[in-house]
DNA sequence: CTCATGTCGATACACTGTATTTAGACAATA
DNA sequence: TATTGTCTAAATACAGTGTATCGACATGAG
């Protein structure tokens, strides 16, 4: 028993801590989406056994919930707003962006409330841009009108996107490509409107048509600030 | 052997069809949600083999689809609506409702392009009561819009609703309630728009707070589908 | 009666989240 | 130094999942 055979001394296991854990789990799912995220591969691309882990989460929805409270890190502005509106439409564009660089992130918005500390201070901004510009009431329904709107539209264009990467078709050759299907119905003519606007509507690009319906928001709520409480 | 000793014969396999399925897959969902519904146990109920299923279905994911498009057939109107706002508030409201029925329906709305044939009827009559109020464009930013919130709005309440159950408490009383961590958190001082609107904020019952997001936003509908074509 | 066909069910596989048990490294005590 | 106790990492185990494969069997054709 020399030094050069001696054998290796048990490895001492590398620390751990949420945030490494967090940051594994959001590697994976940015990697093969939210159903590639197990413990078990989480706990292997950190040397560990799957149940160390659970010295440190409780639980997988526990997990998420973390993954969800990190990415809300991102959204946080760098710079103070100019007023209310531009600040609802940079939240809103972060989030879009986000969802963008994690799609798995459409599949849990608006899943759970989210109350990790990245989250209340992501709210607390929107709030103070809004604060005193109408009574209490007001402002809560207008966060949560555009913070909807967001979740509604972002789960659609990921939505639509993974559709598309699907069949590698853009929207308007659906009824060639999902086409045997939807391009039968929508031949049957029971569904003339649809078929009009298969056929007539113009492609829009995401992104546009994601800013022209959270401007139309924006003006509505616009209107409702400078009403007084009714 | 007699007529009474007989062994039963093997038993003539029940008739299986899409719909049957469906409607089992559903009564598990709604009873026990989403993860309540596996293939074994949809198969169970309906006494056959789990393998039988994949003669009607191709995966799961399919089955999942086939169950939106089926609760869309509750979202067909009775009567045919007096005008678009109408129309559009009928719509979001039934899916509301449905969403209240089926609560797995919030995990599933806006995941997946919903091209099922009771969806593409109920995109044929809200499109059909925008037609011609606008050039095609405008009318499909509607209804998008309109559609976008409903799904994120129906989100949040289920998400809430589920908070609330599992903690026994209700939205204000969040703070003692997953308290330890909330209430922490809002005590630091860090939140105070967010304290102020929790300590401040009146309860507004769920329902009152979908319809009055959807009527700024309709209302911003009607304004957009006033003017011409920019 | 025999043979082909096609459908159903059993079996099997690779994996999941998590509970429980076991082994082993360190700290404190005798 | 020897021994005990404690605490943590890992191994094992369990009940379940979606789905591929394959063998048996009931039915229809010749």
Known sequence: MTVWDRPEPPTRPAPLDRERIVAAAIALADEGGLEAVSLRKVA?????????????????????????????????????????????????HRTRQAALRHEWLADLLGGRPSLGPNALAVGEGTLAALDGLADLDTVMRAVETVSAYITGAIRREIANLRAERATGLSK????????????????????????????????????????????WILDAVAAKLAQPPA
Chains 1, 2 share one sequence.
């Open 44 to 92: 292997a691309r950190l040397d560990a056994g799957p149940m160390r882990l659970y010295g440190y989460i409780s639980t997988k929805e526990e997990l998420f919930d973390l993954m969800v409270d990190e990415v809300h890190a991102e959204l946080l502005p760098e710079e103070q707003p100019g007023g209310w509106r531009e600040a609802l439409r940079g939240h809103a």
């Open 172 to 215: 308007r050759d659906w009824q060639r490509a999902h086409g045997p299907h939807v391009s039968r119905m929508l031949a049957t003519g029971r569904f003339p409107a649809l078929a009009k606007a298969v056929h007539d509507g113009k492609e829009v690009d995401a992104e546009t048509s994601f800013t022209t319906g959270l401007d």
